[in-house]
């Protein structure tokens, strides 16, 4: 079993900052690409941003150039820099992991922290 625990959210200012981080542990025999997701009330779940095990990072356009994910591989972490935070990034913020074991994968998430940003 995979334990994945999120930290760093909470109220900021338009315009503000956030580090949202996640601690993976557990059964972790092969770490894959970990990434966070968001979901704002009313709205489906999506991406924000990805990152694989050697470092290959996707965003969400939405984010681009405002937000920097990365991980630390050593510890099983990955984080999640937000700038220029504006009202519509307002979501539950949730950590995913995906594990390999032997030929399968298995994705894991975090129960998530609340970012909201408003003046």
């Known amino acids: 079993q995979v334990q994945l625990v999120e930290s760093g959210g909470g109220l900021v200012q338009p315009g503000g900052s956030l580090r949202l981080s996640c601690v993976a542990s557990?059964?972790?025999?092969?770490?894959?690409?970990m990434g966070w997701y968001r979901q704002a009330p009313g709205k489906q779940r999506e991406l924000v941003a990805l990152i694989t095990n050697g470092g290959t990072t996707d965003y969400a356009d939405s984010v681009k150039g405002r937000f920097t994910i990365s991980r630390d591989n050593a510890k099983d972490t990955v984080s999640l820099q937000m700038n220029s935070l504006k009202p519509e990034d307002t979501a539950v913020y949730y950590c995913k992991a995906n594990v390999r074991y032997g030929r399968y994968d298995f994705d894991y998430w975090g129960q998530g922290t609340q970012v909201t940003v408003s003046s």
């Open positions: 557990g059964s972790l025999f092969r770490l894959n690409a």
